[in-house]
C-alpha cells in the first residue's frame, strides 16, 4: 500500500469540508482548548503538562487547517502559541 503525504489541505478537508467535520472540530476546541496553566505545586505542574499536551495536538490540528486557507506564520516549532 502506498502512503500519501498528508498536508495541511487534507486538514482542512476533513475538519473544514466533510459532514460532522467542523461539528468535531467544534467538539475537540471546547474540550481541549482550555487554558493550560493549573496552579497547586506539583499537582497542578502535572495537570498543567497534561493539558499542554492535549492542547499541542488541538494547536497542530488548527495550524494545519489555516496553513490550507493561507493563514502561515512561519513558525513550526511554537504550536501552543
Do not use: W
Not at 14 to 36: H, N
Not at 39 to 67: H, K, W
Request: net charge negative; charged share 30%; with cysteine.
Amino acid at each position: 500500500m502506498i502512503h500519501k503525504e498528508i498536508t495541511p489541505e487534507d486538514y482542512r478537508r476533513v475538519f473544514e469540508e466533510m459532514a460532522g467535520g467542523p461539528q468535531i472540530l467544534e467538539e475537540l476546541t471546547k474540550r481541549f482548548g482550555r487554558p493550560v496553566f493549573v496552579p497547586g505545586g506539583p499537582e497542578g505542574d502535572r495537570e498543567t503538562c497534561y493539558r499542554a499536551g492535549q492542547r499541542s495536538v488541538l494547536d497542530f490540528i488548527l495550524m494545519q487547517v489555516n496553513r490550507a486557507n493561507g493563514v502561515d506564520d512561519g513558525d513550526d516549532t511554537n504550536i501552543n502559541g
